[in-house]
């Protein structure tokens, strides 16, 4: 949380959509965080007048942290995620050999994933396709 700007705005979009992200600004709010749950809320308003979101819809906000952070990316294509939120990637072992690797994703942006950890630099991995393996994996669908 030290990290975080919150002087500036953020970045909000849809999930899924891929509708154009849009800047909400800070707003001073009442204390509401519960420190039993270790939680810390961070307040915004957004222009909503042509009513693209809704109450309770789930959206993905970028958060601008002080710094500059550097790691490994990966194309945010080659990202998947299970159904506990874990974050995955396959990366290429041997020639037509992948293996998924769970990573931690830091901060996407502009079609990038930067990663916390999870690989090493140099390795290889899947960018399209990524989905067909998973449901290949495990038998479905996807």
Do not use: C
């Not at 958060?63 to 550097?70: E, I, R, V």
């Not at 159904?83 to 020639?95: L, R, S």
């Amino acid at each position: 949380m030290g990290e975080v700007r919150r002087e500036v705005g953020v970045t909000v979009r849809t999930l899924g959509e891929g509708g154009a992200p849009r800047i909400a600004r800070p707003v001073q709010a009442p204390p509401s965080a519960n420190t039993v749950a270790g939680t810390v809320d961070l307040y915004y308003a957004l222009d909503n007048r042509d009513r693209a979101f809704r109450v309770g819809q789930r959206v993905a906000v970028d958060l601008p942290l002080a710094g500059q952070t550097d790691g490994l990316s990966v194309p945010s294509t080659a990202i998947l995620r299970d159904i506990h939120g874990g974050e995955w990637v396959y990366q290429k072992t041997a020639p037509n050999t992948f293996v998924r690797q769970r990573v931690e994703v830091a901060s996407e942006t502009s079609g990038r994933a930067l990663l916390a950890r999870g690989l090493a630099a140099g390795a290889q991995v899947v960018t399209d396709g990524a989905a067909e393996l998973f449901g290949t994996e495990f038998g479905a669908a996807h």
